[in-house]
């Protein structure tokens, strides 16, 4: 910067005065623009996932910890020029040992962020102890809607389906499209009872009926007894609140006993691709299901599904996918606001849009993530083309419609 020349002393020291006062506003500037990685803790972004490993069909699990190192691959493996690590783990479906797994990570190994969390019990536990420990729970498995409820907390932010959207959304399209008659088959743990709650709730709203709900233990194999009430019921639609092989066998068992072949509809209420894969589109074909991303929407769901391929050699499930873009907005926050402490990150996450797979969403003060949600038919056999060729997209449900309203649900950030 060339100064001003002149023989007075005082001029000549106010220039000096007034040129070092712009370097150091410019200097200032700058760094606000492009955060240097001082507020990355510990010296790296660290995010662990945690999953169900032993499904069987990959709900979550494995397949999430690629949808995660896919995100950091985004950011070429580091933010602020710190490095991304991607750590994980097996909850084996226990919510004890999921927190075990999640305070030795906060404690001793330095994580900042974790994610998956599939199974609601282990969804609730571990982002309680996030709370506690004032690290970021990205929650991309469990669907319980009391995560932005009464357990809802600024480190939390909600990436499934939710137990209200799942009914919700659902119930009023399939009230209009099938029959107001429900009955409910659904295991009988913390998800269960908390979608039987808010479907039935929207069953009534619809002004429809419920004529029953029948419980069964988590890893049930015979659904006859089950099966055989929602069938005497005369119920037009059949609501499975369950997940995983529970779903797998009950839907295989109602072509058993001949529950469509009746007249009565399926729903799988959290049903992932990969159950569909496994049961097949002959006994899968004619149920209903409800989910934010398919692989084949669209050309950016195909995008994250073709890479996703590459690696697992089967296409993502919704969790994976909500996984990926979870991990992905998380760093985009860590990145804008030059933190990964847990609330400045979190609440830098609530301020920026979130790029869906190239559809809007956004994040609001309870911690929920709002998109809309689709509603899918699984295809009789002759109408799949390709592999994976399982959905037909029968209707979009709004964001604004399809999950509970801000405010209502007991989450005391929006008071």
């Not at 039935?200 to 006859?224: C, H, Q």
């Not at 073709?306 to 990926?324: G, I, S």
Request: net charge negative; hydrophobic share 40%; proline share 3%.
């Amino acid at each position: 910067m060339e100064l001003l020349q002149t023989a007075d002393p005082h001029r000549r020291h106010m220039a000096c005065t007034l040129a070092a006062f712009a370097a150091l506003m410019l200097s200032t500037s700058l760094a606000d623009a492009a955060p240097d990685g001082s507020g990355i803790s510990d010296g790296a972004v660290r995010i662990a996932v945690l999953g169900d490993y032993g499904s069987g069909r990959d709900l979550g699990g494995p397949g999430s910890v690629t949808a995660a190192k896919l995100a950091a691959e985004d950011f070429h493996n580091q933010v602020l020029g710190k490095p991304i690590e991607i750590l994980s783990a097996d909850h084996q479906n226990k919510p004890d040992i999921a927190v075990g797994i999640a305070r030795q990570w906060f404690d001793i190994d330095h994580v900042d962020a974790v994610t998956d969390l599939a199974v609601s019990s282990v969804g609730l536990a571990v982002a309680g102890l996030a709370t506690q420990s004032n690290r970021t729970a990205l929650v991309s498995g469990a669907a319980t809607s009391d995560l932005t409820g009464d357990k809802c907390s600024p480190v939390i932010t909600h990436w499934a389906d939710d137990t209200y959207a799942l009914s919700a959304g659902l119930v009023g399209e399939l009230s209009q499209r099938v029959g107001k008659q429900w009955f409910f088959v659904a295991v009988d743990y913390s998800f269960g009872t908390a979608m039987v709650k808010d479907a039935s709730r929207a069953v009534t709203d619809a002004g429809g009926k419920v004529l029953g709900v029948v419980r069964y233990p988590f890893n049930t194999t015979d659904f006859s007894s089950f099966l055989l009430a929602a069938q005497s019921s005369g119920a037009k639609v059949v609501a499975l609140a369950g997940t995983g092989a529970d779903t797998v066998n009950a839907v295989k068992q109602t072509h058993e006993f001949g529950l469509q072949q009746g007249g009565q509809t399926i729903v799988g209420m959290l049903t992932f691709i990969s159950d569909v894969h496994s049961i097949g589109l002959r006994d899968a074909q004619g149920m209903y299901i409800a989910a934010q991303y398919y692989w084949d929407d669209d050309e950016a769901s195909r995008a994250f599904a073709k890479r996703f391929f590459a690696v697992e050699k089967r296409e993502p499930t919704k969790l994976q996918a909500a996984t990926y873009a979870a991990v992905r907005h998380y760093l985009k926050a860590v990145e804008a606001g030059g933190s990964d402490e847990a609330k400045a990150v979190n609440a830098e996450m609530r301020k920026l849009p979130v790029d869906f797979f190239g559809r809007p969403a956004h994040i609001r003060n309870d911690g929920r993530v709002v998109y809309d949600l689709s509603l899918y038919r699984v295809k009789k056999p002759d109408e799949s083309k390709y592999p994976w060729d399982y959905y037909q997209k029968i209707s979009v449900i709004p964001g604004d419609k399809a999950f509970r309203p801000e405010g209502t649900g007991g989450c005391k950030l929006t008071n």
